[in-house]
């Protein structure tokens, strides 16, 4: 779920906030984004308008949450009018998940980019953690991460949060099998391997979203590449 101290900053981030955007800022609180006039003689259309709401609704959910959002504030927001917002999204539930697979979409593209660049395994494993870990304590793309997967889905639901969890996995699994066959990495279970490491940093993104103390003058990212490499770089933990 995604972001880093140090990675690609997040598309025209509202105040940083999720997660998950770009890597900068840490323990930093957002603040709320300035409301955009409404023109009503020039309401956006189609792909434009769309992301606007998308970006208006990442804000006010990362502020609100999702219990008392209401398509008002995204409208107000976004500088649309709320029956543009229905338009395009109908009812909340559905609003929410787009959103979320939204926000994913935008993320991997960004991270895929870096990891395109990429010199070695080792490098797209550190690009990995730094996108999956929120930036800051107020991260807007892990927020909206949390948020979402705490509301009731029915299956279809289900299904778009479970896809969209096991793109990370996917991902990380995929970098793991480079690193392993050019003989960079340790010969690890991927699956089993892949379990644990995201488990790890989730709890690290939780840490941080939190505000635990223990990380005020540490570093979630090092710790957590440092744990994880200590298992895949083994010959380097004994040189």
């Known amino acids: 779920m995604p972001t880093s101290e140090t990675g690609p900053a ?30 009503r003689k020039r309401q956006p259309s189609g792909d434009e308008a769309r992301e606007r709401a998308m970006r208006a609704a990442v804000s006010v959910i990362a502020e609100k949450g999702t219990a008392g959002l209401r398509m008002s504030d995204i409208a107000a927001r976004a500088g649309m009018s709320t029956g543009h917002i229905l338009y395009h999204f109908g009812k909340k539930d559905r609003l929410l998940l787009e959103v979320l697979a939204w926000s994913q979409a935008d993320l991997w593209v960004r991270f895929q980019r870096a990891a395109d660049e990429a010199a070695s395994p080792a490098e797209k494993l550190d690009l990995f953690v730094r996108f999956y870990l929120p930036t800051h304590q107020g991260d807007e793309r892990y927020a909206l ?11 279809a639901g289900r299904q778009v949060l479970t896809e969209l969890l096991d793109g990370w996995d996917e991902r990380l699994e995929a970098i793991l099998r480079e690193g392993r066959e050019l003989g960079h990495f340790a010969d690890v279970d991927l699956p089993e391997f892949t379990v644990r490491a995201v488990a790890m940093l989730s709890g690290l993104s939780e840490d941080v979203m939190f505000g635990r103390s223990r990380w005020r003058h540490a570093s979630p990212h090092a710790f957590a590449l440092a744990a994880l490499e200590r298992e895949l770089l083994p010959a380097r933990n004994t040189a």
Do not use: K, N
């Open 10 to 39: 997040l598309p025209d981030r509202l105040p940083p906030p999720p997660g998950v955007t770009g890597p900068a800022g840490a323990g930093t609180a957002s603040r709320p984004a300035a409301r955009v006039p409404i023109d």
């Open 145 to 155: 991460w949390t948020q979402v997967l705490a509301q009731h889905h029915d299956e």
